[in-house]
């Protein structure tokens, strides 16, 4: 049976992107003979998902990521936004699949026969794994680039996450044109007028 395993990243970040993956590991794969570790990529270490992405992108039949962009959040709202990453990655599989298999409690693709949601298959189903490493991975490589455009953010570190370090640099250089105006967290230092 061939499956797309979809996964997203990102969602609850004050900055930057939300990007879901989406794989099709071969028929044929068994995760005892796999030389990597796939599993939840919130569970590897920067280097394990390194290396597993890398193994992946060789690998797999099939690999696409789906970008959604700050506005793109704030204008559509995150359950669409997680909806509209997820579908622009499927679209970058050409290949026919039996089964979707989306992380999570809602299938953001209830239209589609093949399509069903599973909790925590990102630790369990090897294809979504690799969804959600791949989708990490890429986006934790694009918000580190952004480090040196936005200086003092941190985003090399944090990614976008609200973390001290993200807080503290939203106090002294207020808010970016890639922070996601929506969130709550953000909203407090648009009003503090920074």
Known sequence: MVYVGIDEVGRGCWAGPLVAGAVILPPEFCLADCPVVLRDSKKMSKKQRAVTASYIEVNALAVGLGWVTPAEVDAV???AAVRLAMERAYAVITLECDE???DGAINYFATN????ALIKADDSVPAVSA???????ARDAYMASL????AGYGFETHVGYGTAVHSAALK??????IHRLSY???QQFIGAGL
Do not use: D
């Open 77 to 79: 709202g995150l359950t």
């Open 100 to 102: 979707i298999i989306i």
């Open 113 to 116: 026969p093949k399509a069903r």
């Open 131 to 137: 969804a959600s490493i791949v989708a990490k991975v």
């Open 147 to 150: 480090g040196a455009e936005y």
């Open 172 to 177: 002294t250089l207020g808010v970016s044109n």
């Open 184 to 186: 709550k967290p953000i």
